[in-house]
């Protein structure tokens, strides 16, 4: 009998010791096939709503309260956390550049990493977590009370009545966005350097623009253009996917902001390199 029970103690072990084996093996495969998957639905749902933007009735009155929403709604935290960003930059530049003598570059450093990398990220992770949220909240709400069947029983596509004016909403008002946070971004910077580093106001002003470029800034807001298209199409999505009730709509509303965080980090590394490649050095 002892035997025989430490002979099924030891199949349960070698059992267990496989299945995590197996799980370690396949996990990964699991999740790639699982981001193919959803990349694949949130591509056929974007070429349904560019389809659906040049079909007519053209509802602006929609739009516009989605970009009302979206656009002042959004503008205080955006400024706020980008003019502490750029007070926070050019805080730690001063460490190693006073010690150079090099304080003056300061403002060049700060307005170039602002319009390129830090105010569109930033501001689009903002958009992302306040507005995406909502936008899977509202969607789903209605997908799991049965408003989005009713719309498809009344002949209306939820496509066009739903995604559509979040989407041209998002890709108009982020860019906006994006742009008041490159200034107030390198205000915070400018008060640091005129009352903390004692740099002239006239001599920061002169750094920042002889620094910046067109296409520093230029590059920055293409890049807010993809974000809000990622903001809405996974946000719809999950809405529009979401079951299980109200616990489902939580979840989704949890899945929403999490994934419009990755593709927008991902994305933007790509769009980095791509334009490393394109503008180079100079």
Not at 36 to 50: A, D, M
Not at 122 to 149: P, W
Not at 231 to 259: P, Y
Request: glycine fraction near 8%; proline fraction near 4%.
């Amino acid at each position: 009998m002892m035997i025989s029970r430490l002979f099924i103690d030891q199949l349960a072990k070698i059992k267990a010791s496989s299945l995590l084996v197996y799980n370690i093996i396949t996990r990964p495969t699991t999740i790639f096939l699982d981001s193919v998957r959803y990349i694949g639905q949130l591509t056929l749902l974007l070429g349904q709503t560019l389809g659906w933007i040049f079909t007519p009735p053209f509802k602006g009155e929609r739009i516009l309260t989605q970009a009302k929403r979206i656009g002042p709604g959004s503008f205080f935290m955006a400024a706020l956390i980008a003019f502490f960003v750029g007070m926070i930059i050019t805080l730690q530049m001063a460490y190693q550049m006073v010690s150079l003598s090099a304080e003056i570059y300061i403002p060049n450093i700060v307005a170039v990493s602002i319009t390129r990398e830090l105010s569109p990220v930033l501001t689009a992770l903002i958009v992302a977590g306040r507005i995406g949220a909502g936008i899977t909240a509202e969607i789903g709400s209605m997908t799991v009370t049965d408003q989005v069947d009713a719309l498809r029983a009344f002949a209306v596509n939820p496509v066009k009545y739903l995604v559509v004016p979040r989407f041209l909403a998002l890709i108009v008002m982020l860019p906006i966005l994006t742009v008041f946070a490159d200034l107030i971004g390198i205000l915070g910077g400018f008060v640091i350097c005129v009352f903390k580093l004692s740099i002239s106001p006239l001599m920061y002003m002169t750094m920042v623009l002889k620094s910046l470029a067109v296409k520093d800034v230029v590059t920055g807001l293409v890049k807010t253009i993809f974000f809000g298209m990622i903001i809405a199409l996974v946000g719809c999505h999950q809405g529009l996917t979401v079951k299980a009730g109200a616990e489902g709509v939580g979840r989704a509303t949890t899945v929403s902001v999490v994934v419009s965080f990755i593709m927008i980090i991902i994305s933007d590394c790509m769009f980095a390199i791509l334009f490393y490649f394109i503008f180079g050095s100079q």
